[in-house]
């Protein structure tokens, strides 16, 4: 075994791969999980990377970091609209990214050769720029493959009325996309709608001619939706996650993570925790704060909440709480700006998340089998959530008004009832299901070998 490892990493000796992951949390961390993937499998890795958001490089001594400017003003780099942000970037930063391109590409190091470029599908710019240079372009795509369906249909939605859904009932089904109902399309504020069709067309289009597509998900999770996608999108596809099981995604951490979760959940018992976070880009209200905050103390179970500064909008961090608020609640409650989230998880104080459902941290509760309270906010979410509580059924939505009435009835019911256990035995088998995807012989341990000899074959 050992020696056949040897000669593999010895074959691929020589051959790079350059990666130019979208500079938003959730997009840097699976990119640089896939990078430390291939770097193990004996590739030379190359990081082009934005000076907004810029990743931290010294986590990664062994890769070579190229940043570009991306010329944003501190206005335009903000999460309020993340279309527009999406749309700038792929304008702003195309010269740049040509020359750093250009440059590596001729530049090589003697005995070496650059076998593929790896993008995010949200740098749809980058294929004309790979046709240019001749080199091929895989797409690695952070979502779900189910959300991506539903991206890829946005212009059909459009042209039935279902965006902007006005005047239909939000609990209709879409009969295009089971198991969606009108309320489950995807939402995405944005001060000019059409930049979002653009973008949505640039992703999907500049996808479907790249060299392939990289997935970070399952086959057992997602086969329905790969098996349907394929149909529309005939290019390689290569569903090699969850990639966090391979690394964690602490490394490429953008914000520190608060060290001292784990030693409060140390002193929790087994399973009680309600672990509450909404990922590094989503926002809420004074009132919805104020209400979550009531919901979890009156519930009465510990919690550990994850309030990220710029959560909420129009407060720096948590000032809007009652005073004597955590004091109240006689160490219950533990609040901190940002949570190593899978240690978090992985902890056997965790009961269960109360998460936004980003597809990262959908895939790392059921990596953990904790089960989730579904809060989407925007976007892939939305969808996720629906899948979580509709098709898989490892978690429960909290599809009404956020109200702390509504709020301690749903933890009660994940936390305390037999429709949260059926709910967290499912979420189980699951994650069983994960762990033999990843064996030898298991569906994304044959991709992720697929794709390394694909890369080969360049
Ligand atoms: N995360 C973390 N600490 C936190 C909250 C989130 O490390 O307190 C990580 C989480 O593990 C996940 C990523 O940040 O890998 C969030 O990605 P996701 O797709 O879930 O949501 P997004 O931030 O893109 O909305």
Not at 394 to 412: D, S, T
Request: proline share 7%; charged share 20%.
């Amino acid at each position: 075994m050992g020696s056949q490892r040897e000669f593999h990493l010895q074959q691929r000796k020589g051959r790079r791969v350059i990666l130019f992951p979208l500079p938003l949390q959730g997009h840097i961390n699976p990119m640089l999980q896939l990078a430390s993937i291939l770097y193990n499998k004996g590739f030379s890795i190359s990081i082009i990377h934005t000076n907004f958001n810029s990743l931290n490089s010294s986590n990664y001594p062994h890769f070579s970091f190229h940043s570009i400017p991306d010329g944003l003003s501190q206005s335009e780099a903000s999460f309020a609209d993340i279309v527009s942000l999406l749309s700038l970037l792929n304008v702003k930063c195309a010269a740049p990214f040509q020359d750093c391109l250009a440059k590596l590409l001729s530049n090589i190091v003697e005995g070496e050769s650059i076998a593929c470029l790896i993008t995010d599908a949200g740098w749809y710019f980058t294929q004309a720029v790979a046709q240019s240079l001749k080199i091929p372009r895989l797409v690695l795509r952070t979502n779900s493959v189910s959300f991506f369906l539903v991206f890829a249909a946005f212009p059909l939605l459009r042209e039935k009325g279902y965006m902007p859904a006005e005047g239909c009932e939000p609990d209709a089904p879409v009969p295009e996309l089971p198991p969606l109902r009108v309320k489950d399309i995807p939402v995405f504020e944005t001060r000019i709608p059409e930049t979002l069709h653009q973008v949505v067309l640039g992703m999907t289009n500049q996808t479907k001619v790249s060299s392939g597509c990289i997935w970070n998900s399952f086959q057992d999770l997602e086969q329905i939706s790969l098996a349907t996608l394929h149909k529309e999108f005939p290019i390689p596809m290569f569903p090699v996650g969850p990639l966090h099981k391979y690394f964690p995604a602490s490394s490429s951490s953008l914000l520190s993570q608060d060290q001292s979760s784990i030693p409060w959940l140390d002193k929790q018992p087994p399973k009680s925790v309600i672990y509450v976070s909404f990922g590094s880009i989503a926002a809420i209200n004074e009132t919805e704060l104020l209400e979550i905050a009531w919901g979890l103390a009156n519930c009465r179970l510990p919690f550990l909440w994850v309030v990220r500064p710029g959560l909420v909008r129009g407060a720096e961090w948590i000032e809007p709480l009652p005073k004597g608020f955590l004091e109240m609640l006689d160490g219950r409650g533990h609040i901190v700006k940002w949570a190593p989230q899978q240690e978090v998880l992985a902890h056997p104080a965790t009961g269960v998340f109360w998460t936004h459902n980003g597809w990262n941290s959908t895939l790392e509760s059921i990596c953990e089998a904790v089960p989730m309270i579904c809060q989407p906010c925007f976007g892939d979410q939305m969808v996720n959530a629906r899948y979580v509580s509709h098709v898989w059924k490892v978690g429960l939505h909290l599809e009404r008004k956020l109200e702390r009435g509504e709020i301690e009835k749903a933890i009660r019911t994940v936390m305390l009832e037999a429709e949260g256990q059926e709910m967290r035995e499912r979420i189980v088998y699951l994650k069983e299901k994960v762990d033999l995807c990843l064996k030898q012989g298991g569906s994304s341990y044959q991709s992720l070998e697929n794709l390394i000899n694909y890369i080969l074959s360049f």
